[in-house]
């Protein structure tokens, strides 16, 4: 090649890399034009308009990901979660050095009902973007919000430490997030701290978070306001500290009605608490059980659909049954004002509920109070105890709270502080259950009851009628020849519906002949859980609602089938046994031991995938002994494990310890 040649040459790339960096020049330019344009769309509401405007870009802009993150805000305004969920992922397959596309994927996951997908999916942010305080703080308010709360404080303690060197604002952040956590003593310490604070905003902010920290610890120690803040004051266990103090004083003024006893539920609707509420209300009027004193059901919810579907089985008994909807209590003329802070520190507001309890507790005067809850809810034996009820018992009827969730954050440590005064007695309605709570609070074992659910087995089997049955086959177009699958259960996360449907879906297309049937709420139009069920189950998935009589729609199910998460004692497993059913179940709180194994169904993992839930249910639905071991086994299991009577006689031993049967009324 000649000087001339290369000179020529060089010149040529010169100009060919100066052409290539102009156009870069004003693709960046189109494109922060682009981005401009579309920002102003979204900041003046228009989001149709700013949606249309990838139509009219090039093909090569509509794909950058400051373009597709925006039509993802756009489309999350718009509470089209999926499709922003989805731009948001696609901005992270071209970048995945974008935050902006992290946090909208990330807060998004329980828009979708995926909250446990937030800890891998935080570990793979941590894992492409830089490490520094800021991303790690933001990671915590992605844990935050799906309430992985113990996720969320390890996060913010890696922010805050030495070597990430938090700036003054992520500080800030941190501290706004730990007061969401409760974690009020830190947050004043944290910022009492000399901070390079030079923003008059940021400045603001810490005076704010400060004071808000301040004010919640100020109400929650009632009287004691004074006291120094220690790092780890949490203002919701100094709350429940101060209510059992003074309800301490409560008691010492506090004359009971001997022998009367008041069930605090949360209504009378379908539900496990409340139809072994109902069972031990019958039981406890019958001769044998009845207390010397009068019976109380205060319901504790505003009356809603279906909140009335176990009234008719209390009729003609001698109970007094009291709602909060017909009482109109005003919290400020009930509630004392030194215990009125403290409550509001655990419940914003702490409106009607806790008003109508401590009004009726005052009036009706009982010996004790027995709170039927699901969950690890202390808000009714607080107020028994602001009204000085000697003895208050707690029947949790759910497994414990899962580890680092919401529940666990801010239950465990009132508990904690309850147990140690001795200020209730709590029990749970299984053996492994009790043995979890224990390990929970860190009790000893014997300190926490377990009273297993009763079933009334001859009257469930009495009430099975085949015309019925065929009824409700007929009703929903379900041919004689068709094998069921199906449950009783309320669509709640806490059940899983989604790993049912899932199953069933494959159960559908092992076998042709089956069909899916759940009765209980939650899968109809307007309900979250509808849109789970595949356009090819839809003919052969079932959902007749709510129904009463229960017995004869389990009576229909080939295979009961249960995929909770967590549970404290399924009735629908009991039940179905006693009417002879088997059933297939999640080993998860005290499932293992309502049925057997091997015997009268099949026991799951915790945590199955939906192949190895449908390849259990199509051995117990082909294999013909399931069928009459579960027949033959299962009612005597029932009767031997769960009769109702000796359920009713460990709850009155709880209620009224040493004054068992009729003795109460001697």
């Known amino acids: 090649m000649t000087n001339e040649q290369e000179r020529h040459r060089k010149e040529s790339t010169k100009e060919q890399r100066r052409a290539s960096k102009e156009a870069r020049r004003e693709q960046a330019k189109t494109l922060k034009s682009a981005v401009l344009d579309v920002r102003q769309l979204y900041l003046s509401r228009d989001l149709a308009g700013l949606l249309a405007v990838p139509a009219h870009l090039p093909e090569w802009l509509r794909e950058q990901p400051e373009l597709l993150i925006e039509r993802a805000k756009a489309l999350w305004k718009l509470q089209q979660f999926q499709s922003a969920h989805e731009l948001y992922h696609k901005a992270l397959t071209l970048d995945r050095t974008r935050i902006e596309a992290w946090l909208g994927a990330g807060r998004l996951l329980p828009k979708l009902r995926r909250q446990h997908e937030v800890p891998a999916f935080i570990d793979a942010m941590l894992t492409a973007l830089p490490r520094a305080a800021e991303t790690s703080v933001r990671a915590a308010g992605i844990a935050r919000k799906a309430n992985f709360f113990a996720l969320a404080g390890r996060l913010i303690d890696e922010a805050l430490s030495p070597p990430l060197q938090a700036s003054a604002a992520t500080v800030v952040e941190a501290a706004r997030l730990l007061l969401e956590l409760g974690h009020h003593g830190r947050v004043v310490t944290l910022l009492k701290k000399s901070l390079p604070v030079a923003d008059r905003a940021l400045q603001n902010q810490v005076a704010e978070l400060t004071d808000l920290a301040l004010a919640q610890l100020r109400l929650a120690r009632g009287a004691n306001a004074s006291m120094p803040v220690s790092e780890t004051d949490r203002a919701h266990v100094i709350a429940v500290e101060t209510i059992l103090a003074l309800g ?26 409340e139809t072994q509420a109902v069972h031990f209300i019958r039981e406890l009027c019958s001769a044998r059980w009845r207390p010397a004193g009068p019976i109380v059901i205060l319901l504790t919810s505003p009356p809603k659909l279906h909140s009335g579907f176990n009234t008719d089985k209390l009729v003609g008994l001698d109970i007094t049954i009291e709602s909060v909807s017909d009482f109109d209590a005003d919290f400020d003329s009930v509630v004392p004002e030194d215990i009125a802070g403290p409550l509001n520190v655990l419940k914003a507001g702490a409106g009607s509920q806790t008003a109508f309890l401590v009004e009726r507790l005052r009036a009706h005067r009982p010996e004790v109070v027995l709170v039927m809850s699901f969950r690890y809810d202390l808000g009714a034996a607080l107020a028994a105890s602001i009204v000085g009820v000697p003895r208050i018992v707690v029947s949790a009827r759910g497994d414990v709270p899962a580890a680092g969730s919401a529940l666990d954050h801010f239950s465990k440590g009132p508990y904690q502080a309850v147990l140690a005064r001795k200020r209730i007695s709590l029990s749970t309605n299984s053996p492994a259950t009790a043995r979890a709570c224990a390990e929970w609070l860190g009790t000893p074992p014997n300190d926490i009851a377990a009273v297993k659910n009763g079933v009334d087995v001859e009257g469930l089997r009495s009430r099975r009628h085949p015309a019925a049955t065929a009824a409700y086959r007929d009703r929903l177009h379900i041919p004689d020849s068709a094998r069921i699958v199906g449950s009783v259960f309320n669509a709640k996360k806490e059940k899983r519906p989604e790993l049912w449907i899932q199953a069933a879906s494959i159960i559908a297309a092992w076998a042709p002949d089956v069909v899916f049937v759940v009765v ?41 089938l249960l995929t909770s998460v967590t549970e404290g004692t399924p009735n629908v497993l009991l039940e179905a046994q006693a009417l002879g059913k088997p059933v297939v179940a999640t080993a998860v709180g005290g499932i293992a031991e309502t049925f057997l194994p091997g015997e009268t169904g099949i026991l799951l993992s915790a945590h199955p995938t939906p192949v190895e839930v449908a390849d259990a249910v199509m051995q117990v639905l082909n294999d013909p002994a399931y069928a009459l071991r579960a027949d033959e086994q299962g009612p005597a299991f029932i009767r031997r494990h769960f009769g109702i009577e000796r359920m009713a006689a460990e709850l009155v031993d709880l209620c009224f310890p040493g004054r068992q049967t009729n003795s109460l009324s001697a």
């Not at 409560?250 to 608490?273: N, Y």
């Not at 979250?528 to 356009?535: E, V, Y």
């Open 520 to 560: 209980g709420r939650g899968f109809g139009r307007d309900h979250g859980f509808a849109s789970l069920i595949p356009p090819e189950l839809e003919t052969r998935f079932h959902w007749p609602g709510v129904q009463e009589d229960v017995p004869n729609w389990l009576d229909m199910m080939d295979v009961v």
């Open 248 to 273: 301490d004083e409560a008691r010492e003024k506090f004359t009971p009605t001997s022998g009367s006893i008041a069930i605090v539920l949360g209504s009378l609707g379908p539900g496990g608490a």
